[in-house]
């Protein structure tokens, strides 16, 4: 059996790393992985309001065939809310927040292998983000996040730069933490902790940290050619020049392709647990599931030309990127599977964090599946750049991920605050997320596949009632995200102290060490001694630890 | 930072809290480095990748340009940087046979080598600037057909060049960093983990260029010396 | 690294090998073989790398899990060329508009 606990003093009675230590130098000095967790959630928290903000101006744009702003104004919003929310938002987001707060403490160590370097990717992070929220407050960028030359090059008129260089910090801080992550998981394991018995969370995380780590430089460098080329015009991207358009496009999307697996492969790391938790049964297939992950990482790798089939790329080259675009979905609907099966004959209950993993397994589902008609070279042909394409992705990264991220700070929200929320508030907040966003994207497939394209200000008239729809369901959406901000943050200060397991979970974090934590994170070394997922009790060394 | 951490173990020199023994922590900073190191491959790797389409688009263009790379100060500058890995791995070697003097010696041979490519570099990029071969609004080129193509591939000379260059400036400041520490006893035979991370940065600093310099220089090229 | 420290022969030896190397891959520059030029450069350039990482980053006596990140590295650039290089060596395959 595991070591579980006992029932501890209160919050506040007993040191633990919130209490340790006050005042704001101990917050922005600290090397504690768990107090800069916290750092990164109300950064990467503040970032997904303020793109949200520019989504809010795009859907009351859209609610008119004509709309309420410029062309030019309206290219900046949807270029902001695509530049902070991928790369300000959607790419720390579990990483940096949750990954930070629990890989140590899952894997039984102390911290993570450089706290300082931790500490510094948040900084650079910070840094990144007051220059993209000068680049904001200077006009803005209306290239679209994918700066496609040569119009970021050349043509453009705003500030391309200043957002290059934003993104180009904020890439430092992703390949910190994934450097970090790695080197973690391979040397920080507690006695008995061995790849097999690695929670799928810290599975996820190490491949995403895989991607990170060699993916990220080369958008740095494509950024870095195209601020040169923007200051030197010497014509690496420009037609007129003898340059090539589509070779920003190719490294461009090199990054960017597996960045999306970086955004989502932490949201399944996340659901792997919360579902076993919630069926009180292991999950189906663990060496699949943890498998999927690396598989999904490489292969995340070697389809980034399905961005550039009607760019000019070769037929064979196209062919080549279709057919390995179809290929990367067999580890996601592996872990669908898994995620099914788990949940079959076991005992499911319905709690905040097991809603939104029903709802991500859902949403996923749908939003990978059209990846699968986009891979499709024939119909993408007619899809491309409409609304399909923007349907397609937010219903993985917002129906996927962003639902993981609320599933896993409820789920965790007990371990972090030492404090539970209101289970009611949570159920309501996740049945109005899902419904305003299945309102506010579904009717973009619809959009899309109809002929709307994506990036217009103004639209046909015929396009209008399904915009209008969009619009009503982001609005729902909006309120389905300011209510858990609200509960949670009073559930912080005023919620019902938490007992050491709430959810009677299994796992390092839940069973060996206090709830909340202290610093170092274990009052006594951790030892592990069965498999994870060990909800039926079997498997268990016995005589050990 | 206020922490009370609670082990009263003897701590090993340079070892820190959070991992449980010296060869842990020097596995983890290695393995840290290399990952480092890894990401420095791909960010290179975008360029050279630029720079290997538009050889491939331009063969004509690109055989002009070559004419124009300065052999003899590229060839020097390998060489120098070679014998800088060499000085650098000895500096290493003397760390971790707690030689302190020979330690400091290596490091500072390394450094001045390592100044020197810098100082061709500069003469170099000079010469270039002189030809008027720097892209942007000054930029000339004697054969008017592969003026466009011209000014492309000496865009990328500059950013990969530039960015080694770059590279390598960094290293001087680390290597000057570790002169410092080194002389004030900082390092021992049982702890000598900055030089030789630093080391392997240095190195493959010098790998970049042994691949650079082939590319750049060498290819293309069968005339004389000189540019 | 806990290893017997390596000989500054040893060291010495590598060296004259990269210095002779870099001698070879200039000189053999200077000698017209049409496309071979680069393959030769390159699997100079390779050799010398080579060595820098096998004798000087100690790779030798590294850990199996270096050499995997080793690896892995050299890996990913070759995905990032070769496929790259696919799109634009294989553009002229289909009859049609071409890239000029």
Known sequence: MSTTLPHPLHVGERTNYLNADYGWKSWLFTTDHKRIALLYLFSVTAFFFLGGLFAVGMRINLLTPEGIFSHDTYNKLFTMHGIIMVFFFLVPSIPATLGNFLIPIMIGARDLAFPRINLLSWYIYIVGGIVALFAIVQGGVDTGWTFYAPFSTTYSNTHVILAAVAIFISGFSSILTGLNFIVTVHKMRCPGMTWSRLPLFVWGHYATSLIQVLGTPVIAITLFLLGMERLFHAGIFDPTLGGDPVLFQHLFWFYSHPAVYIMILPGMAVISEIVPCFSRKAIFGYEFVAFSSLGIAVLGFVVWGHHLFVAGQSMYASMVFSFMSMVVAVPSAIKVFNWTATMYKGSVSFETPMLYAFGFIGLFTIGGLTGLFLATMAFDVHVTDTYFVIAHFHYVMVGGMVMAFMGGIHFWFPKITGRLYPENWGRIGAAIVFIGFNLTFFPQFILGYLGMP?????????????????????????????????????????????????????????????????????DVPPVCTEPAYNYSGEGAEVGLG | MADIETHPAAHAQGLKHHFDDSAQQLESSTLGMWVFLLTEIMFFGGMFGGYTVYRNMYPGAFASTSQFMNLAIGSINTGVLICS?????????????????????????TLILGSVFLTLKYVEYYEKWKDHHIPGPGFRYAEPQYFHEAQILFFLYFAMTGLHALHMIVGAGLLTTLIVMASRNRFSAEWYTPVEMIGLYWHFVDIVWIFLFPLLYLIGHTSSWGG | ??????????????????????????????????????????????MKGSLVVWFFMDVRRGSSLTKLFVGAGLFWLAILLVFVLSDYLSRGWLPGPKWW
């Open chain 2, 85 to 109: 890995s060499f000085t650098m791995v000895l500096a290493v070697r003397a760390a971790q046979l707690g030689k302190k003097k020979s330690t400091i010696t290596f490091l500072v041979l």
């Open chain 3, 1 to 46: 690294m806990t290893h017997k420290v390596v000989s500054v022969k040893t060291y010495a030896t590598v060296f004259l090998c990269l210095i002779a190397l870099t001698a070879t891959t200039v000189g053999v520059s200077r000698i017209e073989l049409g496309e071979y030029n680069f393959v030769v450069a390159m699997t100079i350039a390779v």
């Open chain 1, 454 to 522: 994506r990036r217009y200000a103004s639209y046909a008239p015929e396009f209008q009632m399904l915009h209008v729809m969009s619009s009503a369901g982001a609005s729902i959406l909006g309120v389905g995200y300011l209510i858990p901000i609200i509960y949670l943050t009073w559930a912080w200060r005023k919620g019902p102290i938490s007992p050491q397991n709430p959810w009677n979970a299994k796992g390092l974090e839940w069973e060996q060490s206090p709830t909340p934590p202290p610093t170092f994170n274990f």
